[in-house]
């Protein structure tokens, strides 16, 4: 196996420079033309057969190994967030409204960075690496339209990885468990319709606010007391609208929120409980609902043998880091619909130095990382490429 830290630490002034500069132009999802249109550029000048244009931005090429062999998927995720940046970092986005807020310009990075590393090998890697570069990941279903244009096919891959910063973390962490690591996901929508009328006179109307009020607590009775205290499940409200000044009462109110599980039978579990609860303290209270559910991410499920040769990689290469093999977090990653279908490991890089003020949570105005992990994330992703393609 090659030395993929020591060759990754020597282009980590190339990754850096790209962080950067894909730091100071962020683009939301399926609009990412400049970012995909330099990933294209470096992936060209490698020599590779590059396709893109893939669910509007994506790209993706290929690296055919010396002799024939498996296929396997990397992939790296592109969009930024519409989060105005207050880091004041020296490279802040350039655009107002938009910033890279989660890290994906870090993987956009360390995907050229494995690509390079990877390419410089040809010579000694069995079968086939598929880079796949993703828009939209950020709620858009970037990875489920990549999946529905092909980019599971010629070639098919056998295997699939990926990896996300995570400043929950200091640098040097890493975390590769099988299972279920990051949650399904769905957003809920709420219409809850009563009768407006006057502030002072509630007798004459029905009160959709209060309403929503008892629906919001009682939600929180399915986790707390329908699903089983061994298993794990989120609901939360998060955005509550309704009214518009301070002696009406509204007609109407919307709510919405999300819901996260690990396992399909606690998903359905949540779902039928939750219409119980909405459409029953609605109906209790003579109000009307329309409810929406819409399905956003399956859970990220990794295949205990792939995950197994990560850590491997993990362990050889940073024996003296931490690794942690039983992670779980209610966050989600669209990179599900890729693994539904294919086998495969997505494992998660430490990235945070607190003492270099770099700690901001993900989603953050003032997220940052700390760009030492670039060269271990690349290289763990490049010596994981080269393992499971041994077969």
């Known amino acids: 196996m090659p030395d993929f830290f020591a060759e990754a630490q020597e282009l980590f002034e190339y990754a850096c420079d790209l962080r950067r500069d894909f730091h100071r132009h962020p683009e939301l999802g399926f609009q990412e033309e400049r970012t995909a249109g330099i990933v294209a550029r470096e992936l060209k000048e490698l020599g590779l057969e590059v396709s893109t244009g893939i669910a509007e931005t994506g790209v993706v090429a290929i690296i055919e190994g010396a002799r024939p062999g498996a296929v396997a998927l990397l992939r790296f995720d592109m969009d930024a967030l519409p989060i105005e940046e207050e880091t004041?970092?020296?490279y802040a986005s350039q655009t107002p409204g938009v910033m890279h807020a989660c890290g994906h310009d870090g993987h956009t990075a360390i995907g050229l960075t494995v690509a390079r590393l990877l390419q410089a090998h040809q010579d000694e890697i069995p079968g086939t690496v598929k880079l796949v570069f993703q828009?939209?990941?950020?709620?858009?279903?970037?990875?489920?339209?990549?999946?529905?244009?092909?980019?599971?096919?010629n070639p098919r891959p056998d295997v699939s990885l990926a990896l996300h910063l995570w400043n929950e973390k200091p640098v040097g962490w890493i975390a590769a468990s099988p299972g279920p690591t990051m949650a399904a996901a769905e957003t809920f929508s709420v219409r809850i319709t009563g009768k407006g009328g006057h502030g002072a006179l509630?007798?004459?109307?029905?009160?959709?606010?209060?309403a929503a009020g008892q629906i919001i607590t009682a939600l929180q009775s399915i986790v707390s007391r329908n699903v089983d205290p061994t298993e794990?499940?989120?609901?939360?409200?998060?955005?509550?609208?309704?009214?518009?000044t301070f002696n009406v009462i509204p007609p109407y109110v919307d709510l919405q929120g999300t819901i996260r599980t690990f396992k399909p039978e606690v998903r359905e579990l949540v779902l039928r409980r939750f219409h119980e609860v909405v459409d029953g303290?609605?109906?209790?209270?003579?109000?009307?609902?329309?409810?929406?559910?819409?399905?956003?991410?399956?859970?990220?499920?990794?295949?205990?043998e792939v995950t197994a040769r990560v850590q491997g990689v993990a362990r050889n290469m940073f024996p003296d880091a931490p690794l942690i093999t039983q992670f779980q977090t209610m966050g989600s990653e669209d990179m599900s619909f890729m693994m539904d279908d294919i086998p495969g490991c997505y494992f998660l890089v430490g990235s945070a130095d607190p003492e270099k003020g770099l700690d901001a949570k993900h989603h953050h105005p003032k997220f940052d990382f700390d760009e030492a992990a670039l060269p271990r994330a690349a290289a763990v992703m490049a010596a994981a490429a080269v393992e499971v393609l041994k077969g």
């Open 88 to 90: 004041g970092a020296e």
């Open 135 to 153: 828009p939209a990941e950020e709620g858009l279903g970037g990875a489920e339209r990549m999946v529905k244009e092909g980019v599971l096919e």
């Open 202 to 210: 509630p007798q004459h109307a029905v009160d959709p606010i209060f």
């Open 232 to 244: 794990t499940a989120v609901v939360s409200a998060t955005n509550l609208h309704g009214g518009s």
């Open 281 to 304: 303290i609605a109906q209790a209270l003579s109000c009307e609902t329309e409810i929406a559910i819409e399905d956003v991410t399956l859970a990220v499920d990794n295949d205990p």
